[in-house]
């Protein structure tokens, strides 16, 4: 079946470490998105990706990067610069074709991160 | 910009009762509505969409009708079932960034 994974399901950081999530689909889909889950904020656009190669800043893009080297793959690395890390990471994807208003998202099960 | 405002939750019902979760929103153009659901440790599902006004979403019992004219996409359902315990958001969509409502939890009890 086709899907998005996340891996992995829980991951630990310690103070002053980067840490990349991994996000794999095989959905065909040409767009790709990460988002930041908090308690009672509902979901943050962090980076999206419309081609390969190709991504743009959200609405909270302080302290992440992100790269798009193959359609199938979308890396999140929470660098050190990141001054709240904690938070369930949710990626998502959306396709034929770049991003458009009535194609719904995809989403994969999430990343929980916690700061040691 | 855009934005999407939620009912406060959360929601406790019993089991055949009757749903209801308010969504209103704020967008420039004219956006594609949807309703996702998350279940505990999981990521989102997309339970219904409606793409223009008047359009009405339907899925596993639950509608939601498109009122431009209220700026508003209500979820609603006419008998909740213990497996409907989740979170809901509602979302729009405009030129393909999704804008997510701050979520409203649903617990049903036996």
């Known amino acids: 079946d086709g899907g998005i994974t996340q891996s992995p399901k829980y991951l630990f950081r310690k103070e002053g470490q980067n840490v990349t999530l991994s996000c794999e689909q095989n959905l065909n889909h040409d767009a790709m998105y990460w988002y930041r889950q908090d308690p009672g904020q509902g979901l943050r656009l962090i980076y999206y990706s419309q081609i390969v190669n190709d991504f743009q800043k959200g609405d909270i893009a302080e302290g992440y990067s992100v790269s798009r080297e193959k359609k199938e793959s979308f890396p999140l690395t929470v660098t050190s610069a990141q001054k709240n890390p904690t938070a369930f990471y949710l990626c998502?994807?959306?396709?034929?074709?770049?991003?458009?208003?009535?194609?719904?998202?995809?989403f994969g099960d999430g990343t929980r991160l916690s700061i040691l | 910009g855009d934005s999407v405002t939620q009912m406060e939750g959360p929601v406790t019902l019993s089991e055949e009762a009757c749903l209801t979760i308010n969504c209103t929103y704020t967008a420039t153009g004219y956006p594609s509505l949807f309703w996702y659901v998350q279940y505990p440790g999981e990521g989102l599902q997309l339970l219904l969409k409606?793409?223009?006004?008047?359009d009405k979403g339907s899925n596993k019992g639950f509608e939601a009708t498109y009122r431009k004219e209220t700026t508003s996409f209500h979820l609603e359902k006419g008998s909740v079932q213990v497996s409907d315990s989740a979170v809901y958001f509602c979302?729009?969509?405009?030129?393909?960034?999704?804008?997510f409502g701050q979520g409203t939890i649903l617990t049903v009890h036996p």
């Open positions: 409606a793409t223009k006004a008047d």
């Open positions: 979302a729009l969509t405009s030129y393909g960034k999704l804008t």
């Open positions: 998502a994807s959306s396709g034929p074709g770049r991003a458009s208003m009535n194609q719904p998202q995809h």
